[in-house]
């Protein structure tokens, strides 16, 4: 692969199957910069909670909204399911998601739409999946580690209630594109997911 050239690596799947510890891991191996989509939604999620409106905070969105650690709250996980249904917000985040999933040197991005409507054409497309219990018990231990308060049975319905507001969107629905391989991380540590997905890059860039 010629390292000026776009390479994209789309990631997408429903809430904390694993797409942002996969993201990472393939960006890391392969040099490529990684974009974590959901922040977008969350940043402009956590903006709504403090009184703004959400097509003008996804219109003003900064770069550096994105490292607050609050945006990693079950709250603005929520709020952000919700504005990520109005399709002016989604529109006003599609350039930047557009241009840095084609930058120079080449790219992962995980989120829900990436494979279908931000990067279709991507060299690399990917359904991240594992069933909601699974995925609940991954969440549930990455929020206590982070300190924050919370239940097995509350962090279940926010990912129940999510992956149903985000599939049934009319605006770009969580769905697995045509073309994409499917992950099911349910039977697989995070080790032997990242071993697979690092496999399918592999594939694609001979
Ligand atoms: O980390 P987790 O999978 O729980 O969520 P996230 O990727 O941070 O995304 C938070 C919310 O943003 C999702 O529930 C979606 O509603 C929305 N989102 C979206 O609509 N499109 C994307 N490309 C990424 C996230």
Redesign the pocket.
Known sequence: MNSTQPFTVAIDGP???G??TIGRAVAARFGLAHLD???L??AVGAEVLGGADPVEAARNLEARALENPALRTAAV?QE??KV?VIPEVRAALLDFQRAFARRAGGAVLD????CTVICPQAEVKMFVTATPEVRAQR?YDELIARGQDTTYAAVLADVVE?DR??SERSAAPLKPAQGADVLDTSQLGIDAAVAAAIALVKEARV
């Open positions: 809430a904390a199957a797409k942002g989509t959901g922040l939604y969350r996980a952000a399911s990520a989120g829900r739409d990436i969440r999510r507001r985000d």
